[in-house]
């Protein structure tokens, strides 16, 4: 049993008890959230329900943590000039839990 769930704009193929990490959410570890996007599911991998757009069910999940993704170097130069530019970023996630599929 899976479903394709729209988070923040990215689409995740789910189960229950799977830990995925989605874009940063506001709400604390522990908390208890729905996502009512649900694109498709399917209950036996044979046969399909594919929403249009959406299909009335929910996806619930508790927020394990916090936790920010590895360092990815931004780094500009122009040549003979001078020029250099060195940045970094760390994109944030959250880890989150599926607990069912409703």
Do not use: C, W
């Not at 694109?39 to 916090?66: I, Q, R």
Request: proline share 2%; charged share 35%.
């Amino acid at each position: 049993m899976f479903a394709i769930v729209n988070i923040k704009g990215k689409q995740y193929r789910v189960s229950e008890n799977d830990r995925i990490f989605v874009p940063k959410l506001k709400e604390e570890a522990g908390a208890k959230v729905t996502f009512g996007d649900v694109l498709m599911y399917s209950k036996d991998d044979k046969s399909f329900k594919v929403g249009e757009p959406n299909l009335s069910m929910k996806v619930d999940a508790t927020v394990l943590g916090h936790v920010k993704d590895d360092k990815v170097i931004v780094f500009k130069k122009k040549k003979r000039k001078g020029y250099k530019r060195t940045k970094g970023h760390r994109q944030q996630y959250t880890e989150i839990e599926i607990n069912s599929i409703k």
